[in-house]
């Protein structure tokens, strides 16, 4: 986990004072709302449909248990005790005050935080592998790299004012679990035939009013070769970019109306004639943010711990939490444990101040100081001995969190929706509360490991509907609110968008009809066949006259 050094810490803590004037000016009347709005969304403050909302910055998804805690007190002292986690790996406290809002910055500096770029059209929270630097399957650790380009792209003064917001997301591994293909930019990390770290360019992936999945734009590049490159790849799209129509302006469309061809030649050229000098010292930078970073002492963490069940005694509880949500570790004795924030009939991402703050005391005890947030709103410890996970079980249901869902259909991504969001045309919350607690029951009696369900307010697709095995989109019509479905859609290494299924039904209806959809999938998969296999075998006919019947 990287530490701040002393320009870190500055740039927080300045960017915080400054905002602290910024909101006097605004309360004092001396600026208006809107000469004020550029000024809060660089802060990351939105106006909600009720109130600000604040969006604070987990860089690469990466917690420690002081910064969990600090969450923790903001919630308290700020809001109404909670905070909602983001499929941006950040999270959003949804009723501070505005007169507050320079507190909560002071507070998040003094814990190496900051709410800088999560709002604007700048580069926003680069994200990654939840796992990343546990993973067994794990071929180069990509968080050195994340915190190189955070560092690169924080208040970057060419890349200030893109077009639009730019997202970036990295993988080190072939199993995908950063959704690196509906990213603007998104970068596989492996190994070459030396053993040295090489990258592949995903560039075009979105979702949204044109949802596309990535093409992969150049292969192997040398990380001494990459920065330079990435600048290049944003100098042209900030050259080029649309600016005429926001809903135009990603570099998914640019790539679209100019090809991949001419894009590349492009890029290729602005690479040729870039000044290599600021970037001469990138193999140095790894290796200091490296060595500025704390890791896990495997070693010294072993002897400690309590009992754990040894299977002596029968718990099919804690068996059936543990098969669903454990993971495999690279080191030998430790495993990868997953925090559900899905309880059944419950809203999808929010956790307590209670609960933050007691992760943050099972991360000191159980998970060598580290949390991490995933991009589908859980939560994960790291670094857990597999002999504590009894114990760790037994805490997590005391502060009811240990929910057995991950990966399972009532593991919801939804958006804030309609109960918040200003931009949102329908409900996204109360839906996704309805299809989890209709289908968790069915989930403890028959596998249905292989099915993703996604819940979005609008078109905007904050929810990710579009790649998900059953998507949801709710839309106005007439003044009424409106569900389409999508099946087949997935996020993985095979990225693809779900089609329509057809006509939109009512939010009542919406958890019957997924319902009937997952059961038509139990009845007709083959072993091992996820639902998006199913449907691309079966085509998508058979799914919808299940559908509506």
């Given at each position: ?383 857990v001995l597999e002999r504590d996970l009894f114990a760790l079980w037994q805490a997590l249901v005391e502060i009811e969190l240990a929910e057995d869902n991950i990966d399972l259909p009532s593991d919801i991504i939804a958006c804030p929706g309609l109960d918040y969001c200003a931009l949102a045309t329908a409900r996204s919350i109360p839906i996704a509360q309805a299809v989890s607690a209709k289908i968790r029951a069915t989930e403890k009696k028959t596998d249905l490991g292989g099915i993703s369900v996604n819940i979005s307010g609008c078109i905007n697709a904050c929810a990710h509907h579009h790649v998900a095995n059953i998507g949801v989109l709710g839309l106005n019509k007439g003044g009424v609110e409106n ?67």
């Amino acid at each position: 986990m990287y530490q701040y050094d002393q320009l870190d810490q500055s740039i927080v803590e300045q960017r915080s004072a400054e905002f602290r004037a910024q909101v006097e000016r605004r309360l004092a009347g001396s600026i208006s709302e809107a000469e004020f709005k550029p000024l809060r969304l660089m802060n990351g403050l939105y106006l909600q449909l009720h109130a600000y909302m604040l969006r604070v910055a987990i860089p690469y998804g990466v917690l420690s248990s002081k910064q969990m805690a600090k969450l923790a007190d903001i919630a308290d002292k700020y809001d109404r005790g909670y905070g909602h986690f983001t499929t941006r790996q950040n999270i959003q406290f949804n009723w501070p005050k505005l007169i507050e809002t320079p507190d909560i910055l002071d507070d998040l500096a003094g814990v190496q935080m900051h709410a800088i770029q999560t709002s604007g059209n700048c580069i926003r929270n680069i994200t990654t592998d939840p796992f990343a630097g546990a993973a067994a399957d794990e071929e180069v650790d990509p968080r050195p790299l994340c915190e190189l380009l955070r560092q690169w792209s924080t208040l970057h003064p060419e890349f200030a004012y893109l077009p639009r917001k730019f997202k970036f997301a990295i993988t080190g591994s072939a199993i995908d679990r950063a959704a690196i293909k509906v990213h603007d930019i998104g970068l596989r990390l492996r190994k070459g035939s030396d053993n040295r770290p090489l990258t592949d360019i995903w560039v075009g992936g979105g979702q949204g009013r044109t949802p596309k999945v990535a093409q992969l734009f150049k292969q192997g590049v040398a990380l001494e070769d990459l920065l330079p490159y990435l600048e290049a790849i944003m100098r042209v799209y900030n050259r080029y970019g649309r600016r005429d129509n926001k809903y135009k302006a990603r570099i998914k469309i640019l790539l679209a109306e100019t090809g991949l061809e001419k894009l590349q030649e492009q890029v290729e050229a602005e690479f040729q004639s870039l000044d290599r000098t600021p970037f001469v010292n990138v193999a140095a930078e790894l290796q200091r943010i490296t060595e500025n970073s704390l890791t896990p002492d495997y070693a010294s963490h072993n002897e400690s711990g309590e009992l754990t069940n040894n299977g002596s005694v029968p718990h099919p509880e804690f068996d059936a939490w543990k098969q669903q949500n454990v993971k495999p570790h690279k080191v030998r004795g430790y495993v990868i444990a997953m925090v559900s924030l899905k309880p059944a009939g419950g809203i999808p991402g929010d956790a307590t101040s209670r609960q933050m703050r007691e992760l943050a005391e099972l991360a000191v005890r159980y998970s060598h100081d580290e949390l991490r947030v995933t991009h589908r709103q859980n939560l994960v410890l790291p670094h857990v001995l597999e002999r504590d996970l009894f114990a760790l079980w037994q805490a997590l249901v005391e502060i009811e969190l240990a929910e057995d869902n991950i990966d399972l259909p009532s593991d919801i991504i939804a958006c804030p929706g309609l109960d918040y969001c200003a931009l949102a045309t329908a409900r996204s919350i109360p839906i996704a509360q309805a299809v989890s607690a209709k289908i968790r029951a069915t989930e403890k009696k028959t596998d249905l490991g292989g099915i993703s369900v996604n819940i979005s307010g609008c078109i905007n697709a904050c929810a990710h509907h579009h790649v998900a095995n059953i998507g949801v989109l709710g839309l106005n019509k007439g003044g009424v609110e409106n569900y389409q479905l999508t099946l087949g859609g997935r996020n993985d290494q095979n990225a693809s968008i779900g089609e329509r299924l057809g006509p939109g039904v009512s939010g009542d209806e919406v958890p019957h009809v997924i319902e009937r959809i997952i059961d038509f999938y139990v009845d007709v998969r083959d072993a091992g066949e996820s639902l998006s296999d199913t449907y691309d075998r079966v085509g998508k006919e058979p799914f919808k006259e299940a559908a509506y019947v």
